[in-house]
Every structure is written in structure tokens, then in C-alpha cells.
């Protein structure tokens, strides 16, 4: 294997190397680009003038000679300070200094000489022009000051990124439980959070498993980064959403380094209104380290490392159901022998993050840089639940603890090969192992939408990933053209430990039904708990409300003689030693697979007003044969304008498609615990169950099976589910009426049985993308933008059941395959909704995607931009937005509603933000006044609220999944949660202790006006319908008997914090 994948990256080099035009600017997009014209003072075009751009913190030196157009281009700048030369025969030299470049930035700085004699050599200082007429995408940069200055709770560059206008907080569930729990997810035009791609140092750092970023530098190390929104070039793939770019510092030839210490506790702050008691408000939180810069050889060699560490214990918040209702439910947990929950036990966050890196200056044409990077996490008793899209709220016996290493080495090589031709070689090694155990491994007790109890079926329990990337990248200047070709190749090797439904998973319907299985558990013990109930079935509810557990559970199969219709025998266990060690790698999958992105892109400068962009690019991702088929149709065309009728204006369009990659997480998902294979039998149309072993397992496997409620034909409950949840419960047994015979009924079964659940002709998932932009500078250093944002992405993966049953009197239409693609004649509920007849046969839930989701994203955006010198610098933008979409991602929250009519599904988008502002400045003190040495910056929030969909609470139309039902007929993200205003303030001083050693001092205060903002509510209603007025909007009451905790706290935003800071810089 390891000789293979040397063979690889050596054919992958060669291939780049020897092409020339294969190059991929995403490994440059951690680079800038210089141009302009070069003209005499009538404005002629001046050729063959010598432009020299020389660094002035390490004296690097680029190069080029401007064109027969006039033009110069510099490609592939480091972001910096430097000083323009330019030199021509006959004519006056001209130097400008203070020219600033940052991160992806396009810059215009247009030259006018003199004609020599007239006057000596001409020197102008400045930053150069406020906006980028060259440029064509949505992008923003935030810049060191603004990295170094403003009070960032979580001091993570994500925060950053919510400051510019179309983003915002991402609400795709599954990433909650699948990376570091402080990593805010960001949402780019309304898409998914996991459809983004996050750079640093032109180097990919998305985990493909999760699509959720790597580790990333502190903040410390971080120079400068750009936020991508829209309309990003051909040299950008895999990402339909937004593009992140992270430069890290680099050493200069002055020796520099910082030492520090952020530290927070809670007796400065006010208490959380979901603090279960006032003793349970811990928090202790220390982020300290040190960073370290210079030269080893000046003019020549330089390096850069920091340490960060982080030591932080929190006591966790609850909602008031869990809270009021522990008693209870530690009592009903007693019964089924399992342990009390225990509200008490803290969270832990332990990190240590370094980083070096070296740049070196090979000879006037090549330079060197190269950048190791390590993460270690230890995260302790962190809890889990399915919060962001509608599902349970976890408690502690569902915590994971996280142990995380996370570590890559990136080398870049430029090279200029001559006067207008660069290019740029990057290759990076990356491995993350993350281990997420969980700390009970108790059998999984789920009430829908509200609680979750003991081991989340939903999270992996292991992800490893290790990457290979290479990449090259030429830049040729021609005439009025910059031609950019590019390519880029990774080879991935992904491990993932998911133990799903084992040891089990038991859906009750409402706490209510807890304590009465409960007391049907332990029916021969001397106690019984209230409420008690007769007879053999707990929580005997009306036929409506399908009252009996549901119970799904893993079973480890031994490797016996396997005949059809059956499967291997089970092996006997019992719940506590359901993740026996040698049956580890029964849970496993393993995948390698392989990114190859090409592209060319031209800028062609039409005239001194106009810049046209355009390109192709194309993508391809290989190695999942086994579970979709190949998609080798990823061509996606881009298209950019800028014009600049003078210069303080711009207007820039574009458009284009963009193409994600899959996400792997669903894959994995549905690999290792699948039911037994389905195929329908030519001959009569009947399905029949085949053992399902996985390949490559040390046993027979796993196998997946559910026990519905089933419904006689009096109407009457039987106790099929609590009577197997009880024999599992209590021996670890699986019943013997596990495997029954399939019914016939007419399930949405498929001839060809997807792989793993997957639907093998799944296509990548793309947006269609426009957007238009007017900037506008005003007054000097005053700029205003106005915008809009097109995003439409199609073929987004979305989750179904496909063991829902057809049947008589119902009819059933087929299409050419025998599959059932609509339903007619159902019986209907009182309030309309189809009411099916349970599950084609008893493997329950057969949870299946494919990529039939839409979405649509419009977005107007304003902003303004303030850069009065260095005492005051002012962003803030507003965001008017719609999102609309027909499902939010793979949970089986997620699955439609009535699989028959997933038209019904179209709605708001989890990600829908209406209304968003966020306003930041940093404000220095002048000198010679009482305010010198002082600097007060600031962050303002304020934002319309989030959608959530009120679910029933249990399985209204007996389709076998309990968590999608909504109330009545309305539609998903009906109700509107509590908005969102924040102030967050730092103060700073700081002291001159010596001439090269300065000491400051921080305060800073978080949501400082202490307002209850509430995250997540509480929108399960616990009825099938409506009872008295619909409930819209947060804080709107409901009457009984509908659930009294309906639209109450479940998870919020920190109150009032405070936190202490002292730095020395040297």
C-alpha cells in the first residue's frame, strides 16, 4: 500500500510538472496579485518598462516588464508591505512605497513618468486606491488589524468570517457532532455549512469525511485572511458555498516575538438562563502561548513558530424539560438497570497548537516556504445531540469524549522564469485521527425532537483521514492578458468507527412513555413508578397517536452457514459488551479515494476601465465506485466583468456554476450497519431479504433491523417493540421474531439494490451563482458597496425511508424499474395527511439518499467601509436575505414527511437569515492626548430569528420514522425563533516598558448588554393538530393538551462573560 502511494504522488508530480499548463490557483489563493498600466503623462503606453516590487520587511524582490498594451502584472505576491519601482528609458524613475497587499487581493496601482530631465526621481507615498477594479468576485479581506484588535470570544477564524455581509451561522446538523465542539460552522449564500472550503497557506484543510475545516492556526500565527462570498474564479473547486483563505506570519529580518495570557472565569459573569442551579456555573478558561519571528539569515532566511494551549472546564446548560423532569427520569433508568444522569459532571476543552515555519530565499527567482502545524485536542464529556435541525437535545449519558491529533506539512516553491511568466509548485501531507468514545455506551433512549439518552446512533466513533496533495501553478502575462492553467491532485485515505443503532436505540413517544416502559421493564420488581399502567403494551395511546416504542438495534452476527432468506447466527452478548474488541473492525470502513481538479482562466484588461475574467475548470473525484458511479460531467464555466468608469468606482458581475464534492459522512452512514440486501423477484414483484454481511468484516457482521408497533386488525396495540426492547434491555438477547417474512405490500423497493444505501447514480451536487456589486469611494478612505447574491444549487444529497409501505386499497404507480414513484389512495388523517400502513416488511426505517435537493438563495447587501489613517477603522454591512430549500441534509430528522409527496418539503431554509447586520471598529487614542496608548474596538450584532419546524412528537402517519412528523398540515420551518442582538466591547493600554518591549493590557466584555439570546427552542407540540391558534413565533403560548414546554430555551447564546488579557510584544 505504501509503495502504491509513493508510485502516486511521484506519477502525480510528474504529470504536474512536465504539463507546465497544469496548475491550480487554489494553492495560490493565499497570494496576491499587482497591476496597472504604465503610461507617459499624455497618456501613451510606455513597453518594456523595468517594475520592480521589493518587500520591505524582508527585502524580497518580485519582478516584470510591462507589455506593448502598457500593462504589468506581478502574480503570485506575497501579502505585505513593498515598495513599487518602475524604470524606462528617457524617463524619470518612479517609486511608490506603503503598498499595501493582502490575501487574494487584485491591486491596481497605475504609473504616469515623467520625461527625464524634468525633474529628478519621483516618489509618492500611499496605500494605494481603497477599492480593486480588477476584480470580479464577492470577497472581503480582514486584515491584521482587525484580527489583532477586536474582542473575539472564541478567538477562531470562523468568527471572523461572520463579519462579512451573505454569511452566516450554519445550521447542518450533522456537522454538529463531527468536529471540535468550539468551531463555529459558517453558512455562504444560504448553502450548507459543509459545502465551503477553507485554505491556509494555499493548501486545502477540509476533513472530506465531515466536509467540516481541519485544525487550523491560532490566532496569533494568522496574518490576514479573505472571505470568498460569490462568483469565484475558475482557480476555485470543490465548494459550492464560500471560499476561506488563511495566511499564517512569516519571519522578517527584525527579531519579533509576543508572549501571552487570556484567561475568563465565572465569577465576573452573569449566569446562562439554562443554568440547571445556581452552583452549576463553572467556567475556567486559559489561552495562553507565545509566538517567536526572525531572521536566521537576513535578506535570506526566515522563520516564524508559536505555541498555543488552552485549558478550559465549563459546567453544561440544560433545558428546563431535562432539568424538571430528572427525578423522573433517573427513576425510569433505575427500573431498566441503567445509571442516573448527572447534571453535574463538567465539560473539559484541553488544546496545544503549534506551528513553525520557514521561508527561504533560494536566489533571486525561486523562494522556499515551508509550514508544520499540529493540533492536540483532549475534550472530555462533551455532549451530543441532533440540536440544529429538530432532534433531541443530549444528556449526559450521551457524551462523547473527543482525543484529536490533527497535523500537516505544507512546502510551496515559486519561481519566476521570467520577466512575465511565474509559477508556483505547493504539495502538502496531512493526518487527523480523531477518536470520539462515547462515555456510557448505554443503549440509545430517544424521545423525538426533545431528549436523547446514552449512545448517539447518529456519531462516528472514529474518523482517521490521511492526505496527499500536489499542485503546480503557472501564470503567464501576454499582451492585455493574464492567463492562468491550472491543476491540482489529492489522494485520500479515510478510516471511520460507526457502531449505529448498537448496542439499540428505543423511540418513545413522550417522557410519559418513558416511565411506563419503564415500569413494563421491570414489571416483576417490587416498585412500580407513576404513572402505572395494565396489560402487556406501555404507553397504550389511541391508534392515532401510535403509542409503543419503536426499537431499532445492532446485532453482532457470528459467521455461521448463512442460508437465503436468513441470516448468520447471533452471537451472544449482552449491551455492556456489545463493542467487543474483536469484532472492532466489524464497525469499520474504509475508503480511499482521489480529487483531481484542471482549469484555465484568462483576465484580459480590455482598456484602462474594462476587465473582462473567463474560464473553465473541471472536476472529477474518484475511488467511490463501490458506492456511486463516476461523474465525469463537473465542467463548470465562470464568467467576471469589472468596470471603472474612474477611480473611486467599480461594478463588477459575475456568474458561473461550482460543483461540491460528496460528502462523505453519508456514505459512511449508511455502510456499516445496513439490513440485509432487498431485491424484488422478477417473477411475482415480491421482495425478498438477503443476508447482508459487510465485505472485508472479521465476523459476518452487523445486521440493522427495527421493530415497529404493529396494529391489529381491532385496532389494538400489540407489545411486539417493549417486549424485544425489554429482552434486550434485560439480557442482550435479540428476540427470535427478529427476521420476519416480507408482507408484499408494495414498498418503494429498487430492482438494483443501492450499495450501502446510497444511490449509485448520485451526480455532484452544484450552484448556479450571480451576483452584481457597486463600490464606491466617497470621500478618502470612505467607501460604500451595494450588492446582490444569486446562489441556486441542485442535486444537493437528501435522506428518504424507502420501506413505507403502498398498500391495498391503495394503488401504487411504477416506472419502467418496478419502483414505486407515487401513492394513491391512502386513507387520510382528520387533517388530510396520508396515513400508511407501516412498514413493507421488519427491517423498519431503510434509510437511503440520493441527490434530488434544491435550494435558492437571494440576498441584497450594503456596506461601508471607514479608514480614517490609523485611529479609526469602521465595516458594517447589512444583509437582506430568502433562502428556500426542500430539506436540510442526511438526519433522519431530514427524511420527507410522506415519502409519496416530497414536493411538500419545499420551504425556508434552516439557513434562512432575513435580516442580518453586524457592524466592527477599532478606535485608537491619538497621540498627545489623555487617550494616547489606549484603543477601544467593538462588534455589534443584531439579527432576525432563525425557523424551526413544530413536530408532533411521535409517528403520526405510522410511516416508521418518528421524528419527521409536523403538526397538521403545516410546513417545515413554520415558526420563528428569538432574534439575535449582541454588543461585544475590548479595552486595551499599552505600556512602552522599553524601546523594543511593549506590555498590554485587555478587558474585554461578550453580549455586554447580558440579553437572553436563545439559540435553539423547543418546537415539539405533542398533538397531531393544532389545538386553539397556530403558534408563529417565539414566546407564543399553546394550550393544553398540547406539550407546555412548546417553544421554550433549549440551547442559548452565553450571557454576560468577561475576559482578561495581558500581552508582551518584543
Given at each position: 500500500m505504501r509503495a502504491h502511494r509513493c508510485l502516486r504522488l511521484i506519477l502525480a508530480g510528474v504529470a504536474l510538472l512536465c504539463g507546465a499548463v497544469t496548475a491550480f490557483s487554489q494553492s495560490t489563493a493565499a497570494l496576491a496579485q499587482l497591476n496597472g498600466t504604465v503610461q507617459d503623462e499624455k497618456g501613451a503606453v510606455i513597453s518594456k518598462a523595468t517594475i520592480t516590487l521589493r518587500e520591505m520587511d524582508t527585502n524580497r524582490a518580485y519582478s516584470a516588464t510591462s507589455t506593448d498594451a502598457g500593462l504589468y502584472v506581478i502574480p503570485n505576491v506575497a501579502p505585505g508591505r513593498y515598495e513599487l519601482k518602475v524604470a524606462s528609458s528617457g524617463f524619470t524613475n518612479y517609486t511608490q512605497t506603503g503598498i499595501a497587499l493582502t490575501v487574494g487581493q487584485t491591486a491596481t496601482v497605475n504609473v504616469a513618468l515623467k520625461v527625464a530631465g524634468v525633474a529628478g526621481e519621483l516618489t509618492v507615498t500611499g496605500e494605494g486606491p481603497a477599492i480593486e477594479p480588477t476584480r470580479t468576485e464577492i470577497s472581503q479581506v480582514v486584515n491584521r488589524k482587525q484580527i489583532e484588535s477586536l474582542p473575539i470570544s472564541g478567538r477562531l477564524f470562523t468568527d471572523f468570517a461572520l463579519l462579512t455581509p451573505g454569511v452566516a451561522t450554519g445550521r447542518t446538523s450533522l456537522q454538529s457532532t463531527f468536529t471540535e465542539f468550539e468551531v463555529t460552522r459558517v453558512s455562504f449564500g444560504g448553502m450548507r455549512d459543509l459545502s465551503n472550503i477553507v485554505t491556509v497557506d494555499g493548501a486545502d484543510n477540509i476533513n472530506t469525511v465531515t466536509a467540516s475545516q481541519r485544525a487550523t492556526p491560532s490566532q496569533e500565527a494568522v496574518s490576514e485572511f479573505r472571505v470568498v462570498n460569490n462568483s469565484f474564479?475558475?482557480?476555485?473547486?470543490?465548494?459550492?458555498?464560500?471560499?476561506?483563505?488563511?495566511?499564517?506570519?512569516?519571519?522578517?529580518?527584525?527579531?519579533?516575538?509576543?508572549?501571552?495570557?487570556?484567561?475568563?472565569?465565572?465569577?465576573?459573569?452573569?449566569?446562562?438562563?439554562?443554568?440547571?442551579?445556581?452552583?452549576?456555573?463553572?467556567?475556567?478558561?486559559?489561552?495562553?502561548?507565545?509566538?517567536?519571528?526572525?531572521?536566521?539569515?537576513?535578506?535570506?532566511?526566515?522563520?516564524?513558530?508559536?505555541?498555543?494551549?488552552?485549558?478550559?472546564?465549563?459546567?453544561?446548560?440544560?433545558?428546563?424539560?431535562?432539568?424538571?423532569?430528572?427525578?423522573?427520569?433517573?427513576?425510569?433508568?433505575?427500573?431498566?438497570?441503567?445509571?442516573?444522569?448527572?447534571?453535574?459532571?463538567?465539560?473539559?476543552?484541553?488544546?496545544?497548537?503549534?506551528?513553525?515555519?520557514?521561508?527561504?530565499?533560494?536566489?533571486e527567482k525561486h523562494r522556499l516556504s515551508v509550514r508544520y502545524n499540529v493540533e492536540d485536542a483532549r475534550d472530555l464529556n462533551q455532549l451530543v445531540g441532533n440540536t440544529l435541525d429538530g432532534g433531541g437535545i443530549g444528556a449526559p449519558s450521551s457524551g462523547h469524549d473527543l482525543f484529536l491529533r490533527d497535523q500537516s506539512l505544507v512546502g510551496a516553491l515559486s519561481s519566476q522564469l521570467g520577466s512575465n511568466l511565474v509559477n508556483n509548485v505547493l504539495?502538502?501531507?496531512?493526518?487527523?485521527?480523531?477518536?470520539?468514545?462515547?462515555?456510557?455506551?448505554?443503549?440509545?433512549?430517544?424521545?423525538?425532537?426533545?431528549?436523547?439518552?446514552?449512545?448517539?446512533?447518529?456519531?462516528?466513533?472514529?474518523?482517521?483521514?490521511?492526505?496527499?496533495?500536489?499542485?503546480?501553478?503557472?501564470?503567464?502575462?501576454?499582451?492585455?492578458?493574464?492567463?492562468?492553467?491550472?491543476?491540482?491532485?489529492?489522494?485520500?485515505?479515510?478510516?471511520?468507527?460507526?457502531?449505529?443503532?448498537?448496542?439499540?436505540?428505543?423511540?418513545?413517544?413522550?417522557?410519559?412513555?418513558?416511565?411506563?416502559?419503564?415500569?413494563?421493564?421491570?414489571?416483576?420488581?417490587?416498585?412500580?413508578?407513576?404513572?402505572?399502567?395494565?396489560?402487556?403494551?406501555?404507553?397504550?395511546?389511541?391508534?392515532?397517536?401510535?403509542?409503543?416504542?419503536?426499537?431499532?438495534?445492532?446485532?453482532?452476527?457470528?459467521?455461521?452457514?448463512?442460508?437465503?432468506?436468513?441470516?448468520?447466527?447471533?452471537?451472544?452478548?449482552?449491551?455492556?459488551?456489545?463493542?467487543?474488541?474483536?469484532?472492532?473492525?466489524?464497525?469499520?470502513?474504509?475508503?480511499?479515494?482521489?480529487?483531481?481538479?484542471?482549469?484555465?482562466?484568462?483576465?484580459?484588461?480590455?482598456?484602462?476601465?474594462?476587465?473582462?475574467n473567463?474560464?473553465?475548470?473541471?472536476?472529477?473525484?474518484?475511488?467511490?465506485?463501490?458506492?456511486?458511479?463516476?461523474?465525469?460531467?463537473?465542467?463548470?464555466?465562470?464568467?467576471?466583468?469589472?468596470?471603472?468608469?474612474?477611480?473611486?468606482?467599480?461594478?463588477?458581475?459575475?456568474?458561473?456554476?461550482?460543483?461540491?464534492?460528496?460528502?462523505?459522512?453519508?456514505?459512511?452512514?449508511?455502510?456499516?450497519?445496513?439490513?440485509?440486501?432487498?431485491?424484488?423477484?422478477?417473477?411475482?414483484?415480491?421482495?425478498?431479504?438477503?443476508?447482508?454481511?459487510?465485505?472485508?468484516?472479521?465476523?459476518?457482521?452487523?445486521?440493522?433491523?427495527?421493530?415497529?408497533?404493529?396494529?391489529?386488525?381491532?385496532?389494538?396495540?400489540?407489545?411486539?417493540?417493549?417486549?424485544?426492547?425489554?429482552?434486550?434491555?434485560?439480557?442482550?438477547?435479540?428476540?427470535?421474531?427478529?427476521?420476519?417474512?416480507?408482507?408484499?405490500?408494495?414498498?418503494?423497493?429498487?430492482?438494483?439494490?443501492?450499495?450501502?444505501?446510497?444511490?449509485?447514480?448520485?451526480?455532484?451536487?452544484?450552484?448556479?451563482?450571480?451576483?452584481?456589486?457597486?463600490?464606491?469611494?466617497?470621500?478618502?478612505?470612505?467607501?460604500?458597496?451595494?450588492?446582490?447574491?444569486?446562489v441556486s444549487a441542485h442535486k444537493l444529497v437528501r435522506p428518504e425511508n424507502l420501506n413505507v409501505s403502498c398498500a391495498p386499497p391503495a394503488v401504487a404507480q411504477r416506472d419502467s424499474n418496478n419502483v414505486v414513484i407515487g401513492c394513491t389512495g391512502l386513507p387520510r388523517l382528520p387533517d388530510g395527511k396520508d396515513l400508511f400502513s407501516g412498514p413493507e416488511y421488519n427491517a423498519g426505517l431503510v434509510y437511503y439518499t440520493d441527490n434530488s435537493g434544491n435550494s435558492i438563495f437571494h440576498g441584497l447587501t450594503l456596506q461601508l467601509t471607514e479608514r480614517a489613517g490609523n485611529y479609526f477603522h469602521l465595516n458594517a454591512n447589512y444583509t437582506f436575505s430568502k433562502t428556500l430549500d426542500d430539506g436540510t441534509f442526511t438526519t433522519f430528522v431530514s427524511t420527507p414527511q410522506d415519502l409519496y409527496r416530497r414536493g411538500l418539503e419545499r420551504a425556508n431554509s434552516n439557513q434562512d437569515v432575513r435580516h442580518r447586520f453586524i457592524a466592527n471598529f477599532v478606535a485608537t487614542g491619538p497621540e498627545k492626548t489623555l487617550l494616547r496608548n489606549f484603543e477601544l474596538s467593538s462588534i455589534i450584532t443584531a439579527q432576525s430569528p432563525r425557523r424551526f419546524t413544530i413536530f408532533a412528537g411521535f409517528d403520526v402517519n405510522n410511516d416508521t420514522n418518528p421524528v419527521t412528523d409536523r403538526v397538521g398540515l403545516s410546513t417545515r420551518n413554520s415558526y420563528l425563533g428569538d432574534k439575535l442582538v449582541s454588543?461585544?466591547?475590548?479595552?486595551?493600554?499599552?505600556?512602552?516598558?522599553?524601546?523594543?518591549?511593549?506590555?498590554?493590557?485587555?478587558?474585554?466584555?461578550?453580549?455586554?448588554?447580558?440579553?437572553?439570546?436563545v439559540d435553539e427552542v423547543f418546537s415539539v407540540y405533542g398533538a397531531p393538530d393544532f389545538i386553539g391558534s397556530v403558534p408563529r413565533h417565539y414566546k407564543d403560548g399553546v394550550v393544553d393538551p398540547a406539550n407546555p414546554g412548546f417553544g421554550s430555551p433549549r440551547t442559548a447564546f452565553n450571557p454576560r462573560q468577561f475576559q482578561f488579557a495581558a500581552k508582551v510584544i518584543f
Open positions: 474564479g475558475a482557480e476555485y473547486g470543490r465548494a459550492l458555498g464560500g471560499i476561506v483563505n488563511i495566511v499564517t506570519k512569516s519571519g522578517t529580518n527584525e527579531l519579533h516575538g509576543s508572549i501571552y495570557d487570556y484567561f475568563r472565569n465565572h465569577a465576573t459573569d452573569a449566569r446562562s438562563l439554562l443554568q440547571p442551579s445556581p452552583q452549576a456555573n463553572t467556567l475556567r478558561q486559559n489561552q495562553f502561548g507565545g509566538t517567536l519571528g526572525g531572521p536566521i539569515k537576513k535578506d535570506k532566511t526566515f522563520f516564524f513558530l508559536n505555541y498555543e494551549g488552552q485549558r478550559r472546564a465549563e459546567s453544561p446548560t440544560y433545558p428546563a424539560t431535562l432539568v424538571n423532569n430528572l427525578a423522573a427520569i433517573n427513576a425510569a433508568k433505575g427500573f431498566m438497570g441503567l445509571a442516573p444522569e448527572d447534571l453535574n459532571v463538567l465539560k473539559t476543552a484541553d488544546t496545544d497548537n503549534g506551528i513553525f515555519k520557514l521561508d527561504h530565499q533560494l536566489n504539495a502538502q501531507w496531512a493526518r487527523r485521527r480523531y477518536d470520539f468514545p462515547g462515555v456510557t455506551g448505554q443503549p440509545n433512549l430517544d424521545i423525538p425532537n426533545t431528549l436523547l439518552f446514552g449512545h448517539n446512533f447518529g456519531v462516528f466513533d472514529f474518523i482517521g483521514e490521511s492526505r496527499e496533495q500536489v499542485s503546480d501553478t503557472l501564470a503567464l502575462v501576454k499582451g492585455s492578458h493574464v492567463m492562468n492553467f491550472g491543476g491540482d491532485i489529492n489522494f485520500l485515505q479515510n478510516k471511520v468507527t460507526w457502531p449505529g443503532f448498537t448496542p439499540m436505540r428505543i423511540v418513545l413517544p413522550g417522557l410519559n412513555c418513558l416511565t411506563d416502559f419503564a415500569n413494563f421493564v421491570n414489571k416483576n420488581g417490587s416498585h412500580t413508578l407513576l404513572p402505572q399502567i395494565a396489560g402487556e403494551s406501555p404507553c397504550v395511546l389511541p391508534p392515532i397517536f401510535h403509542g409503543t416504542p419503536i426499537v431499532f438495534w445492532g446485532s453482532p452476527l457470528g459467521s455461521g452457514s448463512v442460508t437465503e432468506g436468513s441470516l448468520p447466527p447471533v452471537i451472544p452478548t449482552t449491551w455492556e459488551n456489545a463493542f467487543l474488541p474483536s469484532l472492532t473492525e466489524d464497525f469499520n470502513v474504509h475508503l480511499n479515494h482521489s480529487y483531481y481538479g484542471f482549469f484555465a482562466q484568462d483576465q484580459w484588461k480590455i482598456n484602462s476601465k474594462l476587465t473582462f473567463y474560464g473553465l475548470r473541471w472536476d472529477f473525484e474518484g475511488g467511490l465506485t463501490n458506492q456511486v458511479n463516476h461523474d465525469w460531467n463537473n465542467f463548470a464555466p465562470r464568467i467576471g466583468i469589472a468596470y471603472s468608469p474612474d477611480s473611486k468606482t467599480v461594478i463588477r458581475a459575475g456568474g458561473g456554476i461550482f460543483f461540491d464534492r460528496y460528502n462523505l459522512s453519508f456514505l459512511f452512514v449508511t455502510s456499516p450497519q445496513r439490513p440485509p440486501s432487498l431485491v424484488i423477484d422478477l417473477f411475482n414483484g415480491q421482495p425478498t431479504m438477503l443476508p447482508g454481511p459487510r465485505k472485508g468484516a472479521s465476523s459476518a457482521g452487523y445486521s440493522l433491523n427495527q421493530e415497529p408497533t404493529v396494529i391489529t386488525s381491532t385496532g389494538i396495540f400489540l407489545a411486539n417493540a417493549a417486549a424485544d426492547a425489554r429482552t434486550l434491555l434485560l439480557t442482550g438477547q435479540l428476540p427470535p421474531n427478529f427476521l420476519l417474512p416480507p408482507n408484499g405490500a408494495g414498498g418503494r423497493f429498487l430492482n438494483t439494490v443501492a450499495v450501502d444505501g446510497v444511490d449509485p447514480h448520485s451526480r455532484t451536487s452544484y450552484s448556479q451563482q450571480a451576483s452584481i456589486e457597486i463600490d464606491r469611494e466617497i470621500a478618502r478612505g470612505l467607501t460604500v458597496s451595494a450588492g446582490y447574491l444569486f454588543l461585544d466591547l475590548r479595552l486595551s493600554r499599552y505600556f512602552q516598558l522599553k524601546e523594543h518591549v511593549r506590555l498590554t493590557l485587555f478587558a474585554e466584555g461578550f453580549n455586554l448588554l447580558n440579553r437572553a439570546n
